[in-house]
């Protein structure tokens, strides 16, 4: 029987195969080129051809590859029936490829790796891929700057195979974004470029709690009804992101150097962000399962890679399970896209 091979085509580049129904392998870059987050241009496959040596198969053994929407696809990609049907040489062998949103990927990955037969996923992160009416739309206009149809947060309800989008937020309004902020003004991530990009969240995570005696109830974001904004005082949100805004710097003071003590203004900030985040992620959770009911909850995207986060909210929600995808990064888009590739082409996991 054949097998459907994931990919993420990014940073934290990856491939993952599933052959009927099951995971059998997936494997990030950065463990084969030992460099953190690598990023695959779409040309390298070093996850690829790593994963089709260690199964012993070939190209021909292929159904066909999966990805999501990203940066490096849409230039193989032949607009086909409303979507994107793509024709790949690998080795001289033609295979079909798949494209599906990001949040979506992350989503599958989530709940088809879960065990569960129905669950609540919510998918966050700082932003996904690019839609229009829930359809991708031409990379092109990503580039061009219309980011504001990006997702940042999204949830599904997810039955049997089905998963089915409930409620998205698009960037800026992104509280993988925020956190990713303040971990810049913090001097945790010194490089933000394509081919080399830090992801170093969890040293605020880990910098908050020393904040906390600074504490007298300040917020940078603020709830609304069943959604969110962020504190304009401090934050300005525009299609180009989030920029602090020169109030935040007088209160918190000038963004910190690497290597630099940190004051208690830096440690407050830090405790805000975490506070703010479990603040926001939970009362969405609350607001969309009042509505919905559903009995567990799969969390996925790499805002879950929080784990002080993911703890407060197994302890104050009443799921009867709560599964937080483990490879939660881009990295674990590869496991998704395999996933919905062997049901798109089966109609069935075994």
């Known amino acids: 029987m054949p ?6 085509v990014s940073h934290n ?13 997936a494997i ?12 695959d241009n779409g040309e390298a496959h070093q996850a690829l051809f790593y994963l089709l040596n260690a199964l012993c198969i070939t190209p021909a053994d292929l159904s066909c590859l999966a990805a999501s929407y990203g940066v490096f696809l849409p230039r193989w990609a032949k607009e086909s029936d409303g979507g994107y049907a793509l024709d790949y040489n690998l080795q001289g062998n033609t295979i079909k490829m798949r494209l599906y949103s990001h949040h979506l990927a992350h989503a599958a990955a989530g709940f088809f790796a879960s065990g569960l037969d129905e669950a609540l996923v919510m998918v ?16 092109a206009l990503y580039l061009s ?17 089905k998963l089915e989008l409930l409620k998205s937020f698009h960037y800026p309004l992104s509280m993988g974004e925020f956190y990713s902020a303040i971990t810049d003004y913090l001097g945790f991530n010194r490089h933000r470029t394509p081919e080399h990009m830090d992801f170093n969240e969890g040293r605020t995570m880990g910098l908050s709690p020393f904040g906390e005696q600074y504490f007298n109830g300040e917020s940078m974001v603020f709830l609304e009804h069943s959604g969110f904004s962020f504190n304009r005082e401090w934050i300005e949100a525009s299609d180009t992101g989030l920029m602090l805004t020169n109030r935040f710097y007088e209160r918190f003071g000038p963004p910190r150097k690497p290597g630099e003590d940190f004051s208690p203004e830096h440690m407050l900030a830090a405790y805000i962000a975490q506070n703010d985040l479990e603040k926001v992620i939970h009362y969405l959770i609350e607001a969309v399962s009042w509505r919905y009911k559903p009995r567990n909850l799969v969390l996925s995207g790499g805002t879950f890679h929080n784990s002080v986060l993911n703890g407060v909210l197994r302890r104050n929600t009443n799921f009867e399970h709560v599964f937080v995808f483990p490879a939660a990064d881009d990295s674990g888009l590869a496991v998704g896209n395999a996933f919905l590739a062997e049901i798109d082409g089966k109609g069935s996991l075994r």
């Open 3 to 8: 097998y459907f091979i994931g990919l993420n």
């Open 13 to 25: 580049c990856a491939a993952a195969a599933v052959h009927e129904g099951q995971l059998v392998m």
């Open 28 to 39: 990030a870059g950065e463990r084969i080129a030992r460099v953190k987050h690598l990023f």
């Open 124 to 139: 966050s992160d700082a932003a996904g891929s690019a839609q229009l009416d829930g359809l991708p739309v031409p990379e």
């Open 145 to 161: 700057g219309v980011r504001g149809e990006l997702e940042s947060i999204s949830f599904y309800k997810a039955s049997g195979l």
